[in-house]
T-cell receptor
Framework: NAGVTQTPKFRILKIGQSMTLQCTQDMNHNYMYWYRQDPGMGLKLIYY???????DKGEVPNGYNVSRSTTEDFPLRLELAAPSQTSVYFC????????????FGQGTRLTVV | QKEVEQNSGPLSVPEGAIASLNCTYS??????FFWYRQYSGKSPELIMFIYSNGDKEDGRFTAQLNKASQYVSLLIRDSQPSDSATYLCAPANQAGTALIFGKGTTLSVSS
């Protein structure tokens, strides 16, 4: 019962570098999400996907890209990292029905210096 | 921009008391509502969801929903120190494609 798995758990990037945050789920959920959480703040939706090949922007998509080639995987790409992207990133997935509960991965703590 | 408002707290209650957590939301199209608990340094975990107006009880937790007032609340009875965490209110967006989270209310239960 792995659920939602994120890698890496921690990462330090230099300004201008790029990286991919990996997310995979083994629950056969169609819906997947990327959120970021800044200290003392709630979760902000970056991108979401309602199925393989379908992605859409959330509240704060600038500086990020996603792809969804399989049901299981939903990687988040950061291009040209900036200090404002220092945050904790959570990947989540939901069952087939929209508006149902989201199950979260353990998070990736990213620092951009 | 759809918004979810929560009192950030901290809300401090003694052990055994009732903790009341409130949330208002701006998207009148929201049809489903979720409460998540987040311990410090951990990921959010679902504790309650509610779809219909009124009350829904699950053990020590009761969720209350009033769509006309765009208000949802969470009551925790017989609060325990282990309930000390941040509670996130999360209505689904009108399309039902994603959850929109509030900033959360930090609850502290003292023994």
């Amino acid at each position: 019962n792995a659920g939602v798995t994120q890698t890496p758990k921690f990462r330090i990037l230099k300004i201008g570098q790029s990286m991919t945050l990996q997310c995979t789920q083994d629950m056969n959920h169609n819906y997947m999400y990327w959120y970021r959480q800044d200290p003392g703040m709630g979760l902000k939706l970056i991108y979401y996907s309602v199925g393989a090949g379908i992605t859409d922007k959330g509240e704060v998509p600038n500086g990020y890209n996603v792809s969804r080639s399989t049901t299981e995987d939903f990687p988040l790409r950061l291009e040209l990292a900036a200090p404002s992207q220092t945050s904790v990133y959570f990947c989540a997935s939901s069952p087939r029905e929209a508006g149902t509960e989201a199950f979260f991965g353990q998070g990736t703590r990213l620092t951009v210096v | 921009q759809k918004e979810v408002e929560q009192n950030s707290g901290p809300l401090s209650v003694p052990e055994g008391a009732i903790a009341s957590l409130n949330c208002t939301y701006s998207d009148r199209g929201s049809q489903s509502f979720f409460w998540y608990r987040q311990y410090s340094g951990k990921s959010p975990e679902l504790i309650m969801f509610i779809y219909s107006n009124g009350d829904k009880e699950d053990g020590r937790f009761t969720a209350q929903l009033n769509k006309a007032s765009q208000y949802v609340s969470l009551l925790i009875r017989d609060s325990q120190p282990s309930d000390s965490a941040t509670y996130l209110c999360a209505p689904a967006n009108q399309a039902g494609t994603a959850l929109i989270f509030g900033k959360g209310t930090t609850l502290s239960v003292s023994s």
